[in-house]
């Protein structure tokens, strides 16, 4: 069966695009649960990881999933004004400004690090962010940054993000 990605972007070959996804626990991971349970049909992109607040989002985390092998980094969170740790999302929000930055500077697009904002009741909106960001990974090709960005750069942009 030919990779529909490739229709995208030829270079995804025989695979398909790998989203890793850093979802707050109170929110933007049981919009995905009830995305599940409710049926909701999305691309089976995501691989997610549940952490307490998007404020709790160190940036090398995901400098370290682009190295290992991600295509995409989506951090999503409860909505501006609804974090259950008070500001932990308008920390995420500084940090992820900085981080696509930096990315940019290590050639990376910075529509391959991407923030949302969906609450627990909000599957929908989970499931549409999901289909997007999916469909920008897939036209954008893959990453590959093992291949082309020695270790040495990685671990010095590691420790400027860490700061
Ligand atoms: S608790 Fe959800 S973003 Fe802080």
Same mark, same amino acid.
């Given at each position: ?42 691309? &089976? ?5 549940? #952490? ?7 940036? !090398?985390?995901? @400098?370290?999933? $682009? ?50 904002? &969906? ?5 929908? #909106? ?7 960001? !999916?469909?920008? @990974?897939?036209? $954008? ?23």
């Amino acid at each position: 069966m030919a990779n529909d990605y490739n229709q995208l972007n030829p270079a995804w070959g025989e695979r398909s695009p790998v989203i890793i996804g850093l979802l707050c626990n109170w929110c933007s991971y049981r919009a995905a649960d009830l995305a599940g349970t409710s049926r909701f049909g999305y691309p &089976a992109t995501l691989r997610d990881l549940r #952490i307490m607040c998007t404020g709790r989002l160190d940036p !090398t985390f995901v @400098i370290k999933a $682009l190295r290992e092998g991600a295509d995409g980094v989506l951090v999503m969170g409860c909505h501006p004004g609804q974090c259950h740790y008070d500001a932990g999302n308008y920390k995420a929000m500084r940090r992820m400004a900085l981080l696509r930055r930096t990315v940019i500077q290590l050639g990376v697009h910075p529509d391959r690090v991407q923030l949302a904002w &969906a609450s627990a009741s909000q599957g929908t #909106i989970f499931t549409e962010m999901v289909k997007n960001m !999916t469909e920008t @990974i897939a036209r $954008l090709g893959p990453l590959n940054w093992q291949d082309t960005v020695s270790g040495e750069t990685i671990q010095r942009e590691m420790e400027a993000v860490r700061g």
